[in-house]
């Protein structure tokens, strides 16, 4: 048995909220050792409820630490020239700085890439903002503060999302944080494994608004070949069919045989075979054109039974599944199975509570390590200690 794949990376975590350390959690879930250095105040996710103990500048909120496990905390204000110097230090012991300051504030620190690449060649410096660094183009909104909802309007999921285009409607998880944080990771991997062949690092550059408009891809190609903006339907897909929620007695179902057999299959489940060889619902195309009468034969099918009944009948056959709700969710035993939720310790006494396992499974470190998210500073002498010891 191996041990962690990126046991031995050290990782320098400037980041706060959600995009960063989202990132900087999924190195460490696979055994980087990451530093998160906060301000004296904390990150401000630290606040950001359910609380799970102070309320103060040293608190310990659910937003923080479901984000935050692996870590270790180092307490340090940026702002005076002796933690500076000591930042300066932990990056020259790191492999890799991860930030996501808006634009300028790193220059302002004296820690712009191009300082820092000059003095540790080998680093990989990775930056999270709204709108990216000038390096890798100049936006004209460089100097705009981002969050997850102003990435979703601006890259296009909120223009194909909510029930028509009056009434777009955001996404209700932080995409906008989590994909940049994501992709990140991904860039930060290619450009250590370069690192080592090369010993050259680089600057690895995702902004929020060029992560969402990946995840929209659809409607480039879309508008590039029709000349039109595609525009929300609701819980229906433009281009396959069917491919969207029904109701059902007591709920709802989404339900997806967009491929002539699974339509096939589909109208035999509903009992109503004659569907699968009726030319007005046979191929794809067809079906579009008639896509209310469609999801109507379905629905005077699903409306009739439970979704516990519909997901029954259809599972293993076509695919299929319930708008899980949390609750739902904490008791699915595909969940069990697959660790995704798993109980960590409070800070102190108290019961543990739940949060989101690692998605990502590997053969070779099939038991994942939670450690709970760390206090403000708990582990400013033993990394300092770490400093003095190189």
């Known amino acids: 048995m191996t041990g962690p794949p990126l046991a031995g990376l050290r990782i320098v975590d ?83 700085l991860v930030e996501n300051f808006r634009v300028g504030v790193m220059e302002r620190l004296g820690l712009s890439y191009e300082e820092l690449h000059a003095r540790f060649p080998r680093l990989v410096y990775a930056s999270i903002s709204g709108f990216g660094t000038p390096r890798a183009g100049a936006s004209p909104y460089v100097d705009f503060p981002a969050f997850d909802i102003i990435a979703q309007a601006m890259g296009g999921l909120m223009s194909v999302t909510g029930a028509d285009r009056e009434h777009p409607m955001k996404v209700g998880p932080g995409i906008g944080d ?33 992560a969402v408009l990946a995840l929209s891809e659809r409607i480039v190609y879309q508008h590039s070949l029709t000349g039109r903006s595609p525009e929300p339907q609701g819980n229906t897909h433009p281009l396959l069919c069917p491919y969207g929620l029904v109701s059902t007695r007591d709920g709802a179902v989404a339900v997806a045989a967009p491929t002539d057999a699974l339509w096939r299959r589909l109208a035999v489940v509903i009992g109503r075979d004659e569907l699968g060889a009726d030319p007005r619902y046979a191929t794809n195309p067809a079906r579009l054109e008639h896509a209310r009468d469609v999801y109507a034969a379905i629905e005077q099918w699903s409306c009739a039974r439970t979704t516990a009944e519909v997901v029954d009948a259809l599972g293993g056959q076509v695919p299929c599944g319930p708008v899980s709700t949390a609750a739902d969710i904490a008791v699915d035993p595909h969940v069990a199975a697959r660790r995704m939720i798993v109980q960590i310790d409070r800070p102190g006494p ?34 300092l200690a770490e400093l003095r010891d190189l």
């Open 14 to 96: 400037l980041t706060q909220v959600l995009a960063g350390p989202f990132c900087t959690m999924l190195l460490a879930d696979l055994g980087a050792d990451v530093i998160k250095v906060e301000p004296p105040t904390g990150d401000v996710a630290r606040r950001w409820g359910p609380s799970l103990g102070s309320d103060g500048p040293d608190g310990y909120a659910g937003y923080f630490a479901s984000v935050n496990r692996n870590k270790r905390s180092v307490r340090l204000d940026l702002a005076t020239e002796e933690d500076r110097a000591t930042v300066l230090e932990l990056i020259g012991g790191a492999d890799v």
């Open 178 to 210: 989590v994909l940049p944080a994501i992709l990140a990771a991904f860039g930060i991997l290619a450009a250590v494994r370069q690192a080592e062949a090369t010993g050259e690092g680089q600057h690895v550059d995702v902004a929020m608004y060029d």
């Open 350 to 383: 108290g019961d543990r509570f739940g949060i989101v396992g690692e998605p990502v499974k590997l053969s070779g470190d099939p038991d994942p390590r939670y450690v709970r998210a760390p206090l403000l500073g708990e582990h400013n002498d033993e990394v």
